[in-house]
């Protein structure tokens, strides 16, 4: 079984479409755990309608707001399957991601994959999209953050009590791509564009002040670096993010 992590916070316009996509993938053995992450429950009622009819969909309310990271770290935690997908509530899905991914990890005995993947904007219209080496060590990701969170299967094994997602706005899935690589996981590539990620205007993930003080804090705070290290690989972060 694979367990699919979604959190959601105010994305109403786009989570329909988003849970659609996972709904009708090819590969049939696996969860929905969404974990709702509005204090104040606005969306609660559309969200709840939306699991009712499919019983593979659970359900997770959140007393107060915590963030993506902690949210997808307790979703795991409630998880039943062998392996994890994420996906964001504004992202959606090609229809075969899940079975060629899983079908490429059991066939090459590995414990982590992700994909090249298009980029949308607020109109489903394709504005770009993103690709990586084959293979990313410790190092390369120190470098830059090609990884996108909705294109990661993975095994659940891996995740423990240290080895999980930040508690940060932004980069919450970096430091957790950090820490597989640093203890040696081989992250691999399948070149293919079976995921779209949504780009929009008032996204934490487009914030631009927000990622440089969580970049710093990924890499002072959860990778213990020194200061001077940790600003000279913000620096060496930012530029590359610019290139791309």
Known sequence: MISVIMPYY??????EGSLKSVLNQTYKNFEVIIVYDDEEKKDLQFIQNLTL????????????????????NKGIKFSKGEYLAFIDSDDTWCETKLEEQINYLQINSLDFIHTSYIIIDELDNNIGYRTSKKKLNFNDLLNSCDIGLSTVLMKKELINQDICFGNTKTKEDYILWLKLAKIGVEINLIDKRLSCWRKSKNSLSSSIIQKILDGFVVYNKYMKFNFFKSFFLLLRLSFNSLLR
């Open 10 to 15: 105010n994305k109403k316009k786009f989570v």
């Open 53 to 72: 009819n499919d019983d593979r969909i659970k359900l997770i309310i959140n007393d107060k707001n915590i963030g993506a990271g902690p949210s997808r």
